[in-house]
């Protein structure tokens, strides 16, 4: 599944603001300290049990540890979830699909919409042991503000390889936006974490084959495949819970400080072009990718429910 416009990995086949100056220790510690208690405390209620059920993966560890210290920062911002049992832990009869979804909603006069958790997994045919493993952690931001959003998803279609998309999302066109560029993008030195995920040896680019898809991300998008190489489980591992866990608590840490409480002085024929543009990406993502894929991996009954727990969020159906 992609929950914003994001292409079928080609892994698929398979199946189908502190300021710039922040020290960065303070943001590797707080994250080392969260993933270090995920790991001494397995998960025993609700989301996390759900995800307990699936295969262990590193990804799947970063991800939980990202989403509590989301939960965590954002405090009273988020409502408590009202996702029904059997969205936040699904599978389908055979048990060779498993899944897990949660969505938390901005309380009233924060600048948060929702907070989005997915996490998918559906063991492939042909008793090999192969598995499709998705996991999405996404973050909308409301009218309040024109700051980007946060979106982080990984896609697993072995045991060595990792699609990697991360990003704090724009919300303008940024050539016409120059200022927003500076602000959210070049003063928070994320362009950093993009360059040290890209500098890994086992690193390529990720090229979508839709122009839609490119032709959203911002320019310090970490779009990337990861590629270890048949018996390269064990350095998958290292590069996931190494860098690129640094690079994405980086990421999220800069969003958390300078977007999550952000609120911008909008017209209001402004701030409704803004909203409209963010359902349009929305409505486009459901359509075309969650409504399109998620029934390869789920039953209909299980993938529709699913996907219209999803379009609550996000398109408010």
């Excluded at 960065?24 to 993933?35: C, S």
């Excluded at 397995?42 to 990804?59: D, I, K, N, W």
């Excluded at 009954?301 to 609550?312: H, M």
Aim: hydrophobic share 45%.
């Amino acid at each position: 599944m992609a929950t914003l416009p994001a292409p079928c990995s080609r892994h698929h086949h398979q199946c189908r603001l502190s300021s710039p100056a922040a020290p960065l220790a303070r943001r590797a510690g707080r994250f080392a300290r969260t993933y270090a208690s995920l790991r001494a405390s397995p998960p025993t209620v609700g989301r996390e049990a759900a995800v307990a059920r699936m295969p262990r993966l590193a990804h799947r560890d970063v991800m939980l540890s990202l989403a509590r210290e989301a939960e965590t920062r954002l405090g009273p911002r988020l409502l408590p979830s009202e996702v029904p049992a059997n969205v936040a832990d699904f599978s389908d009869d055979d048990g060779r699909a498993l899944g897990s979804v949660d969505v938390r909603r901005g309380a009233p006069g924060s600048s948060i919409d929702f907070m989005l958790e997915a996490w998918f997994h559906r063991a492939l045919p042909g008793g090999r042991g192969g598995a499709i493993d998705i996991t999405s952690l996404i973050v909308f931001l409301n009218g309040a503000t024109d700051a980007p959003h946060f979106l982080m998803e990984l896609i697993q279609g072995g045991p060595s390889g990792l699609v990697v998309l991360l990003d704090l999302f724009p919300r303008r066109d940024l050539p016409l936006h120059p200022a927003y560029i500076d602000s959210y993008y070049a003063a928070t030195g994320v362009d950093a974490h993009r360059r040290d995920v890209e500098r890994i040896p086992q690193v390529r680019p990720y090229v979508s084959p839709s122009l839609l898809v490119r032709s959203l991300w911002s320019p310090t998008a970490v779009v990337v495949d990861v590629q270890c190489g048949e018996g390269g489980e064990a350095k998958l591992k290292e590069i996931v819970r190494g860098q690129l866990a640094s690079s994405a608590a980086g990421i999220l840490d800069v969003w958390l400080e300078r977007c999550a409480g952000s609120v911008v002085e909008m017209e209001a024929a402004e701030r409704e072009g803004l909203v409209a543009r963010d359902k349009m990406i929305a409505t486009t993502s459901v359509e075309l990718n969650l409504s399109a894929n998620l029934p390869k991996m789920f039953s209909a009954d299980v993938s529709g429910r699913v996907v219209a727990e999803i379009s609550k969020a996000f398109v408010g159906s």
